[in-house]
């Protein structure tokens, strides 16, 4: 009788997306779509754009009061949302 190696689905996934250069772009999304979540509803509505550009999180704020507030919290923002994809995906965010 000769033992296969068994693997998770998931293993299974993760090798394939990482060996295809998939993995980076799909957690830069999954980071994306947890924004509102993580920065709470009320900044949601005041969110217009966000894109991911070399590690860093770019997000568009139209209240200026608020980008500001947002500013002085950008560290807790940065381990928030990296804590919610698991993954070290950015490490600053800007908002314009």
Excluded: C, H
Aim: hydrophobic share 45%; glycine share 4%.
């Amino acid at each position: 009788m000769f033992r296969r190696k068994v693997q998770t689905l998931d293993t299974l996934l993760n090798q394939v997306l990482r060996k295809e250069g998939l993995e980076a772009p799909l957690l830069q999304k999954r980071l994306i779509d947890v924004w509102e979540e993580v920065a709470g509803k009320t900044v949601a509505r005041y969110t217009q754009e966000k894109f991911i550009r070399n590690q860093t999180l770019f997000v568009k704020i139209i209240n200026p009061a608020l980008r500001a507030d947002l500013s002085m919290m950008q560290s807790e923002l940065v381990k928030k949302l990296n804590a919610a994809v698991g993954s070290m995906i950015i490490t600053e965010v800007r908002f314009y």
